[in-house]
């Protein structure tokens, strides 16, 4: 018996020999053959997972298409703004996030329905092409939260009635407050004064603002001053503006005024910016006098660069 024990023994190490030899080379040329197939596969996989852009924007002949999902809304309008070449500012903390896909709107009803809820102002100038046309060429965006409103006169320990109009009356009064500044006549300035004080749209309110800016004169001005003072902080911004523009260096101590102790610092911001563009002496005392009155940051900043692009420039050097 043992020599069949031994002849097992060690013909098992030649059967072993004989068939794991190919098998060692075949798992050799694989080892080696890995790399070449992980140098290849590895770039095609990162591009199949790299994430697709959160919002997509594109502009034709005027008509803008927009593709966004979850898209912050002040990236998405600083998007359409640079294709289209508008100007666009956001105003308060804006953080609301787009999901929506449209083709073919005008830019200023795609941009109406991006922003929602949110306050919008889009501000027109007369076209130089077409006779009465206008072009768009600001966006100006408010936080609006849906909290209720209050108008002067109510009494405050009464809850506060909720007004929201639908999308469609605004849509009506905005295109009136553009055709009532093209006539530019004594019904429409009474029109436009009248819409600044007794809209419950404060959108609309502001749009009116500046409308009575691009006319101009005293009954204009009277409407601007008393809309320093509306319940809405995006309408104060626009009549600080405005107001500026119609009054000039008469409006700077309501102004100051406003840059001392409006309660919305937003309003203030935009009190030190219409002062900014009156280039008297007056002006400059006024936004000084604020600094030591004024401690929000973002306050303080905006009245620092107001009083920078003030300074004027200083003469080149001669030459040697």
């Known amino acids: 018996m043992r020599p069949r024990n031994v002849s ?3 013909v098992t190490p030649v059967l072993r020999s004989r068939f794991l030899l190919p098998a060692a080379r075949l798992i050799a ?6 790399p070449t197939l992980h140098i290849y596969i590895i770039p095609l996989t990162a591009a199949q997972a790299a994430p697709a852009s959160p919002m997509q924007v594109s502009i034709e002949q ?18 359409i703004g640079e294709q289209a070449g508008l100007r666009v500012t956001i105003h308060g903390n804006v953080k609301t996030l787009v999901t929506d896909s449209f083709a073919g709107l005008s830019l200023g009803e795609g941009i109406r329905r991006v922003v929602g809820a949110n306050g919008l102002v889009l ?5 130089r092409g077409e006779a009465g046309a206008s072009l768009l060429t600001e966006v100006r ?25 639908r999308d469609s009356d605004r849509a009506t009064r905005l295109k009136a407050i553009q055709e009532l500044a093209r006539r530019r006549d ?4 009474a029109a436009l004064v009248q819409i600044l004080a007794q809209d419950e749209d404060p959108i609309v309110r ?27 902080p995006s309408v104060r911004i626009e009549a600080a503006r405005a107001f500026a523009g119609v009054e000039g260096e008469r409006a700077i101590p309501a102004l100051g005024d406003v840059l001392m102790g409006d309660p919305d610092p937003h309003v203030r911001m935009g009190a030190a910016r219409a ?7 007056e002006a400059q005392l006024a936004l000084e006098a604020a600094i030591s009155e004024n401690s929000d940051v973002s306050v303080l900043r905006t009245i620092t660069s107001a009083l920078a692009r003030r300074e004027p420039e200083k003469p080149p050097l001669p030459p040697h």
């Open 8 to 10: 097992i023994q060690l």
């Open 29 to 34: 040329l694989l080892v080696l053959a890995v």
């Open 62 to 79: 005027g008509l803008l298409t927009v593709e966004a999902r979850e898209a912050p809304l002040a990236d998405l309008l600083h998007m």
């Open 123 to 127: 501000i027109y100038t007369p076209s």
């Open 141 to 165: 965006v408010y936080h609006s939260p849906p909290a209720a409103t209050m108008s002067k006169g109510t009494d405050p320990k009464k809850p506060a009635e909720a007004t929201r109009p």
């Open 186 to 189: 004594e019904a429409a300035i």
């Open 206 to 232: 502001a749009q009116a603002a500046l409308a009575l800016a691009t006319i101009g004169g005293a009954q204009a001005a009277g409407a601007l001053t008393t809309a320093l003072e509306d319940q809405d």
């Open 275 to 281: 002062l900014s563009l009156l280039q008297s002496e």
